[in-house]
């Protein structure tokens, strides 16, 4: 189970972190995404991470402002997000892979989704 939290409306060039706390023991087993779904627009890929926290990938349009990390011993992982604009606003969803992928389909477990509201 993976609990989403630390949405929120900020300003444009506002920052937010987002974490996702894991439930269970085999969370350093699986690699970890973040997406989102604006309104109106498909679920798109934001950043993931490999289970061993290794090399990261990252959305063009959020590259050099989104930093996703984890923490194994916490079950958690996080989604910095620096100077934020209007069209980072959506739902943001973080997900876990048995080998991680840009792709929806590849995650097997999903979080609830928190929303994040930045205003010009």
């Known amino acids: 189970q993976l609990e989403d939290s630390g949405g929120g409306l900020v300003q444009a060039g506002g920052s937010l972190r987002l974490s996702c706390a894991a439930s269970?023991?085999?969370?350093?087993?699986?690699?970890m995404g973040w997406f989102r779904r604006a309104p109106g627009k498909e679920r798109e890929f934001v950043a993931s991470?490999?289970?061993?926290?290794?090399?990261?990938e990252y959305a063009d349009s959020v590259k050099g402002r989104f930093t996703i990390s984890r923490d194994n011993a916490k079950n958690t992982v996080y989604l910095q997000m620096n100077s934020l604009k209007p069209e980072d606003t959506a739902v943001y969803y973080c997900?876990?892979?048995?080998?991680?992928?840009?792709?929806?389909?590849?995650?097997?477990?999903w979080g609830q989704g928190t929303q994040v509201t930045v205003s010009s």
């Open positions: 269970g023991r085999t969370f350093s087993r699986y690699a």
């Open positions: 997900a876990a892979s048995s080998r991680g992928s840009v792709f929806t389909t590849s995650y097997a477990y």
């Open positions: 991470i490999p289970n061993n926290g290794g090399s990261t």
